[in-house]
């Protein structure tokens, strides 16, 4: 199998605090980790991908000093939501794949749901 | 620049079959993938293609032309736990997915 968790499922949070969204590949190694957005009725919007061991890299138009990545180990990835603003409620999800660089198939996690209040 | 091209919302009875065609036009090619998403959940992959042809897996099958930037997923004897959205995604040069925007299925009794 190539199973994904995410945790936590969904978080409610004040603005102004921050939220960390964990990733983890269950069942295999994942030199590659990807974040995704995703809005009610939209396509997913890549935010950013990080490689085990090194920085993420991100997306145009995404702030990495807002949207923290870190992908300490080859089962692990976080992204941290920094000073979340109702505007960062969305539907988080990540994705991880076997191949360096995103060269294999991303198995998704099940999504984690921000509201920020 | 890059583009992949799926219709926005298809209707399908249950037990029938169903046909979501996928065009691309990418910088390189290193396969197409399939993925289902169900309403308020993560996409889950149904289907990956780099060969031109058929390949089938159970009720689902995609088929793939490189030549004609082409691909479809057929989905056969419908059932209503096949509503969702059905994402196409193309791996371009660099390894990055490309996505489409994903076409909505609704099966009706």
């Known amino acids: 199998g190539a199973v994904v968790s995410q945790h936590p499922s969904w978080v409610i949070c004040k603005s102004g605090t921050s939220v960390k969204i964990e990733c983890r590949s269950l069942?295999?190694?994942?030199?590659?980790m990807f974040w995704y957005r995703q809005f009610p009725k939209q396509s997913l919007m890549l935010m950013a991908t990080s490689n085990e061991g090194s920085k993420a890299t991100y997306e145009q138009g995404v702030e990495k000093d807002k949207f923290l990545i870190n992908h300490a180990s080859l089962t692990l990835s976080t992204l941290t939501v920094t000073s979340a603003h109702p505007e960062d409620s969305s539907f988080y999800i990540c994705?991880?794949?076997?191949?360096?660089?995103?060269?294999?198939?991303?198995?998704f996690g099940p999504g984690t749901r921000l509201t920020v209040l | 620049g890059q583009n992949i091209d799926q219709p926005t919302e298809m209707t399908a009875t249950e037990g029938a079959i169903v046909q979501i065609n996928c065009t691309y036009q990418?910088?390189?090619?290193?396969?197409l993938f399939w993925y289902q998403q169900h309403a308020g959940e993560a996409p889950t992959f149904l289907s990956y293609?780099?060969l031109d042809g058929l390949e089938e897996k159970g009720r689902f099958s995609s088929f793939l032309s490189r030549s004609k930037g082409y691909s479809y997923l057929l989905l056969k004897e419908l059932q209503m736990k096949d509503s969702a959205s059905y994402l196409c995604a193309v791996m371009d040069s660099n390894y990055q997915l490309i996505w489409g925007a994903g076409t909505k299925l609704i099966i009706k009794p």
């Open positions: 990418t910088s390189g090619f290193n396969g």
């Open positions: 994705s991880a794949s076997r191949g360096a660089g995103g060269a294999d198939t991303q198995y």
């Open positions: 069942d295999f190694q994942a030199t590659t």
């Open positions: 293609n780099v």
